[in-house]
């Protein structure tokens, strides 16, 4: 049978083409069996879901992790605008959004399926310990700005959530092995079992060691790091209304890396250091519907363990019960609120001179509300979001976090939005209450000491109290249906931010192994001392070219600027803030269909310098090589750093690690799936 | 850096006009609704719910991603019924629909939609992931570039909707059946 409409299908370029077959409807007239047998020209993008949201957010599809070539999440954020990405070495990675950061990007949340990996001791994330089995996760969503609001505290530059499928849609089998160009291998297996009249479960397994990084002869290999995760999802059969879910997971990883001395009189030298992790948790969760709205509850207990080789180990285990409830819109008003209750308990043993915590045993109780109340002030054209969080916590003041949002749709394509956001951290244990040798700094020739020590401590009398910002984005977004363009501006301004003022000299000595065999103590006093303000535009465009050729794009540009300060720590603090994150970046994804089950992506990132550790800019092509050979089996040839033999991307800010240097890679995957 | 800046809000300026001069190619979705006129007519409400020479009621909720090719439908006639195609602006008014498309817009609130519908004989349709499986009636899923469709039987059921052999025999998953 000829078929007059697919001389319409054929034409997805040609949009006048197009249209004119919109009006014509000839498709209306197919047969379902003729439907389900038609090739789409060109499909759509399902990232842009929360695309009505007046937010910059961006949702990365398992589509899109997948043709990026990632291997772990970090790796698959560095397309996102807005989303600074740099390696610190194997497995360890620096992820900020919107600058003002470091390998603890203390102002990001991040959470897998609604339970929250922020890790309360150093206020940030252990990418180190964090091995997601990605071919399972259906999307990540990324958060740029505070999401506190709805999110909580620590949500203040953003909030990344990874969210896994449902074990409903995981029956089956998959097998994953990827073996890269140093030999490394990594093997993930899942088995999906339906659980007849219940839902369905799923179990998992993924054991890893990754690759290492050189040092700047390019040759030797300087970090580690290896271990295994284990997991299940279940869910409840979707035929109902309500749903519900269960999943449990525990994990342990080794990593290992060098830590650099300061070479004082002939001392110094690379230090091995050894970090430990293991941690289980179980995440429960379930909805219903109330009042005519939905409601749902979530509950997980979690507890993590870490050892810092000889220097010191913890244990922090957290419970957390979670409400929220979406009532029925009524007139203009749609309007969402929520109770939270977290009680964390933390044991450090932590008493050298390197790292000391008084007192070892912590106990925190944090209670929150949240209400939102989305206004139409015009049907499909003006909305106004308002809302707040409220936050009680057991160790910082209460902290009000409002938000407002307005959101102007003039036509069915385009969106521009305006909001302004107050967001608070709540202050770290690390911060609170250790003890840290930051190093040792040489001092000038004929001072009676080689080196000073450079130990941070609470100032005397501190009460801690939570960072600040202050908020304002401007966001404009045009859809294409097909794909996208965005653009949107922020001015951050920080107060309160936790710094160091210069201490006393003394009380104590830190020994070493030269001539007087004592370094004498330089205290940093810790404190909220310090304010930073930042102003940047981060542009997003997905472009479908061809139904066969696709080009994603980002560039981001920022700036930030610390307030000045008479004392010569503080400023310091200030200037590693403003350099902590390069001044601009860009990134360039083709995607190429190649046909018959063949993809080609070609990957290019410009990444500006980074002032603090003299990091460099640098350029970076990475290439993958698709092939769904049938059904069942898939596989991908990837090479990344292609025209590089070598390059740094960041120097570790919290401990004086040896700089990490990326070597040009490769690896191969294979994917089954029965 | 202030040039840099200045640089990239004029590149930005530039390719927002770039983009609002093309519009997208609307392949998929013309497909989608031909998907819909096809339900229509391989799916059976209770009399009560749809007299024979009513009219059948096709409606979508939030954003309307057809761009024209739903409203093409319009006055089509299904089984003895006209097809009426528009737009419904709340819940309550979609609960009048016999079929609801529930745009991808709506995703936020698609368990809120799901519960509201319930019971009323609504056919609901969405290319929301997972949609049948969250309890909806279809779910569109573009698979292998080509639109398939999963249907949850036990939604249909519980509606009181029939769906005919040849579209159970078509589904890419019928969810909820508990043997013939």
């Known amino acids: 049978m000829p078929h007059p409409y697919r001389a319409c299908l054929l034409l ?57 070539g990632a291997r772990s999440v970090p790796e698959a954020l560095r397309e996102v605008p807005g989303v600074n990405v740099a390696q610190i070495g194997g497995g360890r990675w620096a992820v900020g959004v919107r600058g003002v950061e470091g390998r603890f990007s203390n102002k990001l949340l991040v959470q897998i399926d609604g339970r929250s990996v922020y890790s309360p001791l150093f206020s940030g994330v252990f990418w180190e310990a964090l091995d997601v089995m990605l071919e399972d996760v259906e999307r990540i969503e990324v958060i740029r700005g505070p999401g506190a609001s709805l999110w909580g505290a620590n949500a203040v530059n953003g909030v990344i959530n990874i969210v896994t499928r449902k074990a409903t849609v995981t029956r089956g089998s998959l097998v994953s092995a990827n073996l890269d160009d140093q030999g490394r291998a990594v093997t993930a297996v899942r088995q999906g079992f339906d659980l007849e009249g219940i839902g369905a479960l799923r179990v998992y397994a993924k054991g890893s060691e990754l690759e290492r990084s050189r040092a700047a002869d390019g040759k030797s290999d300087l970090d580690r790091n290896y271990g295994w995760n284990t997991g299940f999802r279940m869910d409840g059969a979707g035929s109902g209304v309500d749903a ?34 293991e941690g289980s948790s179980l995440t429960g969760r379930y909805n219903w519907g109330l009042a005519g709205g939905e409601a749902s509850v979530q509950a997980y207990l979690d507890h993590q363990w870490a050892n810092v080789a000889a220097y010191g180990k913890g244990t922090v285990n957290t419970a957390d019960l979670d409400f929220q409830h979406r009532l029925v819109p009524s007139g203009r008003h749609e309007m969402m609120w929520g109770l939270g209750s977290r009680y964390t308990q933390t044991e450090i043993e932590a008493t ?31 909305k106004l979001t308002l809302g707040g969080r409220f936050e009680y916590s057991s160790t910082s003041h209460f902290e009000p976090q409002p938000t407002a949002r307005l959101m102007w749709t003039p036509t069915l394509a385009d969106s521009l939005w305006a909001s302004w956001s107050r967001a608070a951290r709540t202050p770290s244990i690390g911060e609170s209450d250790a003890t840290i040798l930051f190093g040792l700094q040489a ?18 009398g501190w009460r801690p109290r939570a960072e600040r910002l202050d908020a304002l984005e401007l966001g404009y977004r045009h859809n294409l249906g097909n794909g996208s363009f965005e653009a949107v501006v922020f001015h951050h301004d920080y107060r309160r931010l936790i710094s160091g003022t210069t201490g006393a000299i003394g009380p ?35 472009l479908p070219v061809t139904a066969n050729l696709r080009l994603q794009a980002s560039y981001t540009v920022m700036d930030t600027a610390a307030r000045r300060s008479t004392d010569p720590i503080t400023t310091a603090f200030g200037r590693a803030l403003e350099t902590s994150s390069p001044h601009h970046w860009a990134t360039l994804h083709t995607l190429i269909n190649l046909g018959r089950g063949r993809e080609l992506d070609l990957m290019l990132r410009r990444m500006g310098a980074i002032g603090q550790g003299d990091v460099p800019a640098y350029t970076s092509v990475d290439l993958r090589y698709g092939w769904r050979v049938n059904r069942s089996f898939e596989l991908a040839v990837v090479g990344q750093n292609l025209f590089d033999p070598l390059h740094l991307e960041y120097v570790s800010n919290f401990f004086p690690g040896q700089p990490a240097y990326q070597p040009r890679r490769g690896y191969v995957q294979g994917v089954w799936r029965f | 850096m202030r040039r840099l800046f200045l640089i990239a809000v004029l590149v930005a300026l530039g390719l927002g006009g770039l983009l609002a001069v093309a519009s997208p190619p609307p392949g998929e979705y013309q497909i989608k609704a031909a998907y819909l006129l096809n339900f229509a007519r391989y799916m059976e409400w209770p009399a009560s719910r749809l007299p024979g020479g009513a ?8 954003r309307d991603p057809f761009g024209g090719a739903l409203t ?46 319930a019971l009323r004989g609504v056919l609901t349709v969405s290319d929301i992931d997972g949609f049948a499986e969250a309890g909806g009636s279809i779910g569109l899923v573009t698979e292998d570039e080509r639109v398939r469709f999963d249907i949850n039987q036990a939604s249909l059921q519980r509606d009181s909707l029939r769906a005919s052999s040849q579209l159970l025999r078509l589904g890419r998953n019928v969810i909820g059946t508990k043997g013939p």
């Open chain 2, 72 to 117: 093409s439908l319009d006055g089509r006639q299904v089984n003895g019924h006209e097809v009426r195609v528009r737009s419904a602006d709340s819940l309550e008014l979609a609960m009048e629909c016999h079929i609801v498309f529930v745009s991808d817009s709506e995703e936020r609130r698609m368990g809120l939609i799901l519960r509201g519908l």
């Open chain 2, 55 to 62: 009219a059948l009621r096709l409606c979508v909720l939030g």
């Open chain 1, 12 to 68: 997805p370029v040609l949009w006048q083409a197009a249209a004119v077959c919109a009006d014509e409807a000839p498709l209306a007239d197919l047969t379902l069996e003729e439907l389900v047998r038609l090739d789409v020209a060109a499909v759509s993008r399902k990232a842009q879901k929360l695309s009505e949201m007046p937010a910059a957010v961006t949702v990365l599809s398992a589509e899109d992790i997948r043709r990026s």
């Open chain 1, 352 to 382: 050298t001179a390197v790292l000391g915590i008084t007192p070892p045993r912590r106990q925190f109780r944090v209670m929150s509300a949240f209400v939102q109340d989305e206004i139409t002030l015009v049907p499909q054209t003006w």
């Open chain 1, 443 to 460: 001092t000038p020739p004929g001072s009676p000491f080689p080196a000073v020590a450079m130990v941070s401590q609470p100032g005397a």
């Open chain 1, 508 to 542: 104590g000595v830190v020994p070493i192994p030269v001539v007087p065999y004592y370094a004498p103590i330089q205290y940093m006093n810790r404190g909220n001392v310090s304010g930073v303000r930042s102003t940047g535009l981060e542009l997003g465009l997905d």
């Open chain 1, 244 to 277: 519900w879910m269960l999943q449990g997971s525990s994990y342990r990883r080794t990593s290992v890396e060098n830590i650099q001395t300061a070479a004082a009189a002939g001392y110094g030298g690379l230090l091995p250091l050894q970090f430990e992790f």
